[in-house]
C-alpha cells in the first residue's frame, strides 16, 4: 500500500520506514509536526518530538517525494488521558489530523501511515484514532519489541561513523542531539548508534534505564539512511551544551544537504539484510515440533447441516453478580420476510437499549461480547452495524472485546445472537464537554489497530482485551478470539497446515496476556471449524499449559495453566475461514482456593499461593471418567477484596437430568453452555430457554482438553 512516515527525524520513525519498505509498501509522502519558530527546538509536547526539527526540511530532497508539514504550539496536549478521544480541535492531536488530511487530499490513493512507536501507547492509540477517523492503516513494525535487540539491530543496519566519515553512503545513520540520564552528558552528543550501545546497556543493568530511549534517555537525529535514494545530510559543525541544564544536554547539528544517486538495488540489498521478526520464534517452533506429531487426515469439515423445520428459539437471560450485568441470548424478533440481516441487527440492539436505558447503562459500559451468525459470509454487513452501535467517537475509544463465530445449529429465522456483559459500577461515566461523548472511567483494554509483527490488529470493532480498574488486584481479562492471522500482512495461515494455525492462534492469545500481564489462565475456549482439529488443538493445549515447562529451557520460566479449563467447541464457521480460534479470561493475580470434583469436603483455602502450585494440585486430583454425571473439571476461586469471592468453573455433562440439576442449584452468576439443540427434547430444550442466567451457545459438537465428547460443556464464572 502507499504510505506517508511521519518523521521527527529520530530513528524510530525512520527504521520503522525501512519495515514498511521490506513489507513491500511504497513511501510517497512524509509529514512531520513542528514549531512555528525555526530557533524553537523543544515545545513540551506529550506526543511529538521537536528537537532538530529544522533538519527534518531537508529530508524531502534526500528521499525525493512531498514534504507536508503542520505547526504545533507549546503545551498543546489538551486531552492527556492515555485513551484518546477528541475533547478540543486546539489539541495537537487533531493538528495531525488536519496533516494527515491534507496528505490524503493531495495523494487520493493513500492507504497507510508510519510511526515509530515501540512502548508508548500514548503515542500509538492517538496515531490509531486520527487514521481511523480518515481510514488509514496504522503500520508499526517496531511496536512491542524488545530494545536491546531492537536497537542491536539498528546498530547492524548502522555505519560505525568517525568524524565526518560516512562510508558507504546510505547506511543507517543517527546520531545523539540530546541526552537525560544519569550516565550521559555533553560528551554523548553526536554519538552514532554503534557507539552508543555499549553505554546504554550498562545503563539498562545497573538502572533499568531503556536503551532505546523510550523514556526520554535520548534522542537522535537521521543524517542517512537506505532510502535517502538522493542524497544525505553531511556534517559540517556540532553545537553542544557542555554544562548541561538540570542534567539535559542539547546539541545543534548544522547540516548541508550532499547530493548523490543511490541506485534502487543498494535499497533492495540492504532491505534483505535487514532484520526481520520471525512468525513463531523458537519457543513457539519447539513447541509447533510436538505438536506435528498429531496425524491429520485432510480437510474432512465434516459440517452438520441445519435439521429441516428446525428452531431455536432462546429467551433473553439476564443475570447479575459482583457489578456485572450479563445479558445473554438476544435474538431478532423480526418476522416479516425478507427482511434484511441488517435489520435483524438493528432490531437486536433496539433490545438492548431497551434493556440498559431504564436502568441508566450505556455500550460505553460494555465490556464484552458474543456475537454468532447464522451465516459467517454476513460479517462485514454484521460488523458496519455494529462498529456503528459502538461508535468509539461517541462511547470512547475501547469497544468492547469479542468472540465471533459462526453457527449453522442458529435457526434460519434468527440469524445473528447477541450476549453482552456489562459494568454497572457506580459513577464511573465521564460526560465530555466535546458533544454526548461519553467513557467509562472504569475500563480499561488493549485496543491495537496498527499493524506490526508483534500480533493481528483487530478486524473488526473490538478491543484485543478489557478489564476493569475497580479489579486492580486480580485484573480479571477477557481476550478477544484469536486466529492464525500473520501479524504483518495481517494474512490467514493456510489452511493446509492446521499445526501452524493452531499453535500460532495460541502464541497470539499468550501474547496479548503476557502484554497486559494477566498470565493466570481462568477458563479458555477453542472454537474449531472441523472435527479434524480436535486432536491438534488438545495436544497444542496440553503442551502450553504444562508439558513444555519440561521438554525445553525456553518454556522453563512459564507457570502451569490448569489443563482442564478447556472447551473444545466445534461449530460450521469462523472468521477468515479459519480453522481454529482461541479465547479466554485470564487474571494478573490470585487468592486461590481450589476444589476436588471427588471430594464431599468443603472448599479448602490456600492463601498467599502461586497458580503453578495450585496447577499441580488439580493435575493430582482425580477426574472423574463416568458416563453421565455432571464433572466439574477445574475451579479457580480467588478474593477480590472485602471478602468477596469469585468462581470460574469449566465443566461438561452427558445427562440431561444432572445437567438441569446443576442449574437448577446454581442459580448466581453467569453460566455459558455450549450444546447442539438438535440433539436435545423439545422439552429440555424449553427448560433451558428459561434459565435466567444462561447464554445457550447453540453448536455442532463439545470436547474437553482431552478431546473426550460431550453432549453439554459450560463456563461458570460467579
Same mark, same amino acid.
Given at each position: 500500500?502507499?504510505?506517508?512516515?511521519?518523521?521527527?527525524?529520530?530513528?524510530?520513525?525512520?527504521?520503522?520506514?525501512?519495515?514498511?519498505?521490506?513489507?513491500?509498501?511504497?513511501? @510517497?509522502?512524509?509529514?512531520?509536526?513542528?514549531?512555528?519558530?525555526?530557533?524553537?527546538?523543544?515545545?513540551?509536547?506529550?506526543?511529538?518530538?521537536?528537537?532538530?526539527?529544522?533538519? @527534518?526540511?531537508?529530508?524531502?530532497?534526500?528521499?525525493?517525494?512531498?514534504?507536508?508539514?503542520?505547526?504545533?504550539?507549546?503545551?498543546?496536549?489538551?486531552?492527556?488521558?492515555?485513551?484518546?478521544?477528541?475533547?478540543?480541535?486546539?489539541?495537537?492531536?487533531?493538528?495531525?489530523?488536519?496533516?494527515? &488530511?491534507?496528505?490524503?487530499?493531495?495523494?487520493?490513493?493513500?492507504?497507510?501511515?508510519?510511526?515509530?512507536?515501540?512502548?508508548?501507547?500514548?503515542?500509538?492509540?492517538?496515531?490509531?484514532?486520527?487514521?481511523?477517523?480518515?481510514?488509514?492503516? @496504522?503500520?508499526?513494525?517496531?511496536?512491542?519489541?524488545?530494545?536491546?535487540?531492537?536497537?542491536?539491530?539498528?546498530?547492524?543496519?548502522?555505519?560505525?561513523?568517525?568524524?565526518?566519515?560516512?562510508?558507504?553512503?546510505?547506511?543507517?545513520?543517527?546520531?545523539?542531539?540530546?541526552?537525560?540520564?544519569?550516565?550521559?552528558?555533553? !560528551?554523548?552528543?553526536?554519538?552514532?548508534?554503534?557507539?552508543?550501545?555499549?553505554?546504554?546497556?550498562?545503563?539498562?543493568?545497573?538502572?533499568?534505564?531503556?536503551?532505546? /530511549?523510550? /523514556?526520554?534517555?535520548?534522542? !537522535?537525529?537521521?543524517?542517512?539512511?537506505?532510502?535517502?535514494?538522493?542524497?544525505?545530510?553531511?556534517?559540517?559543525?556540532?553545537?553542544?551544551?557542555?554544562?548541561?541544564?538540570?542534567?539535559?544536554?542539547?546539541?545543534?547539528?548544522?547540516?548541508?544537504?550532499?547530493?548523490?544517486?543511490?541506485?534502487?538495488?543498494?535499497?533492495?540489498?540492504?532491505?534483505?539484510?535487514?532484520?526481520?521478526?520471525?512468525?513463531?520464534?523458537?519457543?513457539?517452533?519447539?513447541?509447533?515440533?510436538?505438536?506435528?506429531?498429531?496425524?491429520?487426515?485432510?480437510?474432512?469439515?465434516?459440517?452438520?447441516?441445519?435439521?429441516?423445520?428446525?428452531?431455536?428459539?432462546?429467551?433473553?437471560?439476564?443475570?447479575?453478580?459482583?457489578?456485572?450485568?450479563?445479558?445473554?441470548?438476544?435474538?431478532?424478533?423480526?418476522?416479516?420476510?425478507?427482511?434484511?440481516?441488517?435489520?435483524?441487527?438493528?432490531?437486536?440492539?433496539? +433490545?438492548?437499549?431497551?434493556?440498559? &436505558?431504564?436502568?441508566?447503562?450505556?455500550?460505553?459500559?460494555?465490556?464484552?461480547?458474543?456475537?454468532?451468525?447464522?451465516?459467517?459470509?454476513?460479517?462485514?454487513?454484521?460488523?458496519?452495524?455494529?462498529?456503528?452501535?459502538?461508535?468509539?467517537? +461517541?462511547? /470512547?475509544?475501547?469497544?468492547?472485546?469479542?468472540?465471533?463465530?459462526?453457527?449453522?445449529?442458529?435457526?434460519?429465522?434468527?440469524?445473528?445472537?447477541?450476549?453482552?456483559?456489562?459494568?454497572?459500577?457506580?459513577?464511573?461515566?465521564?460526560?465530555?464537554?466535546?458533544?454526548?461523548?461519553?467513557?467509562?472511567?472504569?475500563?480499561?483494554?488493549?485496543?491495537?489497530?496498527?499493524?506490526?509483527?508483534?500480533?493481528?490488529?483487530?478486524?473488526?470493532?473490538?478491543?484485543?482485551?478489557?478489564?476493569?480498574?475497580?479489579?486492580?488486584?486480580?485484573?480479571?481479562?477477557?481476550?478477544?478470539?484469536?486466529?492464525?492471522?500473520?501479524?504483518?500482512?495481517?494474512?490467514?495461515?493456510?489452511?493446509?497446515?492446521?499445526?501452524?494455525?493452531?499453535?500460532?492462534?495460541?502464541? &497470539?492469545?499468550?501474547?496479548?496476556?503476557?502484554?497486559?500481564?494477566?498470565?493466570?489462565?481462568?477458563?479458555?475456549?477453542?472454537?474449531?471449524?472441523?472435527?479434524?482439529?480436535?486432536?491438534?488443538?488438545?495436544?497444542?493445549?496440553?503442551?502450553?499449559?504444562?508439558?513444555?515447562?519440561?521438554?525445553?529451557?525456553?518454556?522453563?520460566?512459564?507457570?502451569?495453566?490448569?489443563?482442564?479449563?478447556?472447551?473444545?467447541?466445534?461449530?460450521?464457521?469462523?472468521?477468515?475461514?479459519?480453522?481454529?480460534?482461541? /479465547?479466554?479470561?485470564?487474571?494478573?493475580?490470585?487468592?486461590?482456593?481450589?476444589?476436588?470434583?471427588?471430594?464431599?469436603?468443603?472448599?479448602?483455602?490456600?492463601?498467599?499461593?502461586?497458580?503453578?502450585?495450585?496447577?499441580?494440585?488439580? #493435575?493430582?486430583?482425580?477426574?472423574?471418567?463416568?458416563?453421565?454425571?455432571?464433572?466439574?473439571?477445574?475451579?479457580?476461586?480467588?478474593?477480590?477484596? #472485602?471478602?468477596?469471592?469469585?468462581?470460574?468453573?469449566?465443566?461438561?455433562?452427558?445427562?440431561?437430568?444432572?445437567?438441569?440439576?446443576?442449574?437448577?442449584?446454581?442459580?448466581?452468576?453467569?453460566?455459558?453452555?455450549?450444546?447442539?439443540?438438535?440433539?436435545?427434547?423439545?422439552?429440555?430444550?424449553?427448560?433451558?430457554?428459561?434459565?435466567?442466567?444462561?447464554?445457550?451457545?447453540?453448536?455442532?459438537?463439545?470436547?474437553?482438553?482431552?478431546?473426550?465428547?460431550?453432549?453439554?460443556?459450560?463456563? &461458570?464464572?460467579?
Amino acid at each position: 500500500m502507499k504510505f506517508v512516515a511521519l518523521i521527527s527525524g529520530g530513528k524510530d520513525s525512520c527504521y520503522n520506514i525501512l519495515h514498511c519498505l521490506k513489507q513491500k509498501h511504497e513511501l @510517497v509522502a512524509l509529514a512531520n509536526l513542528c514549531p512555528q519558530d525555526t530557533q524553537t527546538q523543544e515545545l513540551n509536547s506529550f506526543m511529538f518530538q521537536t528537537v532538530g526539527h529544522d533538519l @527534518v526540511s531537508l529530508y524531502e530532497k534526500c528521499c525525493d517525494v512531498p514534504l507536508f508539514k503542520r505547526v504545533i504550539h507549546q503545551d498543546g496536549s489538551i486531552n492527556k488521558e492515555l485513551n484518546y478521544v477528541k475533547l478540543s480541535n486546539d489539541d495537537e492531536i487533531e493538528t495531525m489530523y488536519n496533516l494527515l &488530511h491534507d496528505v490524503k487530499l493531495a495523494i487520493p490513493d493513500l492507504q497507510g501511515v508510519s510511526v515509530g512507536a515501540i512502548l508508548s501507547s500514548y503515542q500509538r492509540v492517538r496515531v490509531e484514532d486520527v487514521c481511523n477517523r480518515l481510514g488509514l492503516t @496504522v503500520l508499526s513494525y517496531l511496536w512491542q519489541r524488545d530494545q536491546l535487540e531492537l536497537m542491536s539491530e539498528m546498530v547492524s543496519m548502522s555505519r560505525d561513523v568517525t568524524g565526518e566519515a560516512i562510508t558507504p553512503y546510505g547506511l543507517f545513520d543517527a546520531r545523539l542531539i540530546k541526552v537525560a540520564t544519569i550516565g550521559l552528558d555533553g !560528551t554523548h552528543l553526536n554519538k552514532s548508534l554503534p557507539q552508543i550501545l555499549p553505554t546504554m546497556i550498562k545503563l539498562n543493568q545497573r538502572y533499568e534505564v531503556n536503551i532505546c /530511549g523510550e /523514556g526520554g534517555e535520548f534522542e !537522535t537525529m537521521v543524517l542517512d539512511a537506505p532510502f535517502f535514494k538522493k542524497g544525505y545530510l553531511r556534517l559540517v559543525n556540532v553545537v553542544t551544551d557542555s554544562q548541561g541544564n538540570d542534567g539535559v544536554f542539547n546539541a545543534h547539528l548544522e547540516v548541508e544537504f550532499a547530493p548523490r544517486e543511490l541506485k534502487p538495488d543498494f535499497l533492495q540489498a540492504e532491505l534483505e539484510r535487514l532484520p526481520e521478526q520471525p512468525l513463531l520464534g523458537n519457543k513457539w517452533e519447539e513447541l509447533l515440533t510436538k505438536v506435528k506429531t498429531v496425524s491429520h487426515d485432510g480437510m474432512m469439515m465434516s459440517v452438520m447441516e441445519t435439521p429441516s423445520g428446525y428452531t431455536f428459539n432462546p429467551t433473553v437471560s439476564i443475570a447479575s453478580t459482583n457489578n456485572l450485568l450479563y445479558i445473554s441470548n438476544l435474538v431478532s424478533t423480526l418476522t416479516e420476510e425478507n427482511t434484511s440481516l441488517e435489520s435483524h441487527m438493528e432490531n437486536i440492539f433496539t +433490545k438492548l437499549e431497551a434493556i440498559l &436505558h431504564p436502568k441508566t447503562l450505556y455500550p460505553c459500559q460494555i465490556i464484552s461480547s458474543s456475537l454468532i451468525l447464522q451465516d459467517i459470509s454476513n460479517f462485514a454487513k454484521i460488523n458496519r452495524i455494529y462498529n456503528k452501535w459502538f461508535d468509539t467517537n +461517541k462511547w /470512547g475509544p475501547l469497544p468492547p472485546s469479542r468472540a465471533c463465530v459462526g453457527s449453522n445449529m442458529l435457526s434460519l429465522q434468527n440469524m445473528v445472537q447477541l450476549s453482552v456483559i456489562i459494568d454497572t459500577t457506580p459513577q464511573t461515566i465521564v460526560n465530555h464537554s466535546n458533544g454526548d461523548v461519553k467513557i467509562n472511567k472504569n475500563k480499561d483494554g488493549l485496543h491495537v489497530q496498527g499493524r506490526s509483527y508483534w500480533a493481528p490488529c483487530n478486524i473488526g470493532p473490538y478491543s484485543q482485551a478489557t478489564w476493569l480498574h475497580n479489579d486492580y488486584e486480580n485484573k480479571v481479562a477477557r481476550i478477544s478470539g484469536q486466529i492464525a492471522l500473520i501479524p504483518k500482512s495481517m494474512d490467514l495461515v493456510s489452511n493446509d497446515d492446521p499445526w501452524t494455525q493452531s499453535v500460532l492462534a495460541l502464541k &497470539h492469545f499468550d501474547t496479548l496476556k503476557q502484554t497486559i500481564d494477566t498470565k493466570n489462565q481462568l477458563y479458555m475456549t477453542c472454537f474449531v471449524s472441523s472435527g479434524d482439529m480436535v486432536d491438534i488443538v488438545s495436544k497444542t493445549w496440553s503442551l502450553y499449559c504444562s508439558e513444555m515447562s519440561y521438554e525445553s529451557s525456553l518454556w522453563m520460566d512459564k507457570e502451569d495453566d490448569a489443563v482442564e479449563s478447556l472447551i473444545i467447541v466445534q461449530i460450521s464457521q469462523l472468521p477468515r475461514n479459519a480453522l481454529c480460534e482461541w /479465547g479466554g479470561v485470564t487474571a494478573k493475580t490470585l487468592n486461590v482456593q481450589t476444589y476436588d470434583s471427588d471430594s464431599d469436603s468443603e472448599y479448602n483455602e490456600v492463601d498467599d499461593i502461586s497458580l503453578s502450585h495450585v496447577n499441580n494440585a488439580m #493435575n493430582n486430583f482425580s477426574i472423574r471418567e463416568k458416563t453421565h454425571f455432571t464433572e466439574v473439571y477445574n475451579t479457580i476461586t480467588f478474593s477480590k477484596g #472485602n471478602h468477596l469471592k469469585c468462581y470460574f468453573t469449566t465443566g461438561f455433562s452427558n445427562d440431561d437430568t444432572e445437567l438441569l440439576g446443576y442449574l437448577n442449584e446454581n442459580k448466581l452468576g453467569q453460566i455459558t453452555l455450549y450444546l447442539n439443540p438438535s440433539n436435545c427434547s423439545l422439552d429440555i430444550m424449553e427448560q433451558l430457554y428459561y434459565k435466567d442466567n444462561v447464554e445457550l451457545y447453540p453448536v455442532q459438537k463439545v470436547y474437553n482438553h482431552k478431546g473426550s465428547s460431550f453432549k453439554y460443556g459450560f463456563n &461458570h464464572s460467579y
